[in-house]
């Protein structure tokens, strides 16, 4: 297959606008809840209001295009649950619960992306290894964090930081993909499911009883 050579935009918000409509197409067809897979370029392009020569001047290929949609959720929810600080003031479990709801909401907005990715990533290992890789992100942060509480004594000494943090980070993005894909939008539903995670890292890792 020849090699496509991507030329460099002149306009560098012209660019960013043609990529925003494109991903943007993607998303809509996926909630329309047509699979991924049988989702052509041309297609894609035509939804966006793009020619095909367009999209590839953009994008590699639609690999490329479902890890650029994966990587914003991503970034969004991992951001989010950056911004709690166990130690912080107030009630440190109901501002994780309010994190987690917000989460919650993100991976609903995303939902379809989520699922995309998931049937990706059975066949495809750049997909299945860039989720990995983000996964391994937060595994890396919880436990740095893990272990700062650890050293002031408000983690007990003998918790195992690695494997307590990829069963919370690893555990929790299943349990999250689980929740949105197979129940209702009931606020209620989102709320309890926020302050069951919330409470499983807290008193499961951060605060378990010495």
Do not use: C
Not at 3 to 22: F, K, L
Not at 112 to 131: G, I, K, M, N, T
């Amino acid at each position: 297959m020849p090699s496509i050579t991507r030329r460099r935009p002149r306009n560098p918000d012209g660019r960013a606008a043609v990529e925003a409509r494109v991903l943007a197409a993607t998303e809509r067809l996926l909630k329309e809840g047509v699979r991924f897979t049988d989702l052509g370029v041309q297609r894609i392009a035509a939804e966006a209001g793009v020619a095909r020569s367009t999209f590839y001047t953009h994008f590699r290929d639609k690999t490329e295009l479902l890890m650029r949609l994966a990587g914003t959720m991503r970034e969004s929810s991992f951001d989010r649950t950056g911004d709690w600080d166990p130690a912080g003031p107030g009630d440190p479990l109901a501002r994780l619960t309010e994190v987690f709801a917000d989460v919650i909401r993100i991976y609903r907005t995303y939902a379809p992306v989520l699922a995309a990715v998931s049937e990706v990533a059975a066949y495809d290992e750049a997909v299945r290894e860039y989720w990995a890789a983000g996964l391994e992100q937060f595994v890396a942060r919880t436990e740095d964090a893990l272990r700062i509480e650890q050293q002031a004594g408000r983690t007990p000494a003998d918790l195992d930081v690695t494997t307590a943090s990829r069963l919370i980070v690893v555990g929790g993005d299943r349990f999250l993909a689980d929740h949105v894909s197979t129940t209702s939008a009931d606020p209620e539903t989102d709320a309890a499911a926020a302050r069951e995670l919330a409470a499983t890292w807290w008193y499961g890792a951060y605060r378990r009883p010495a």
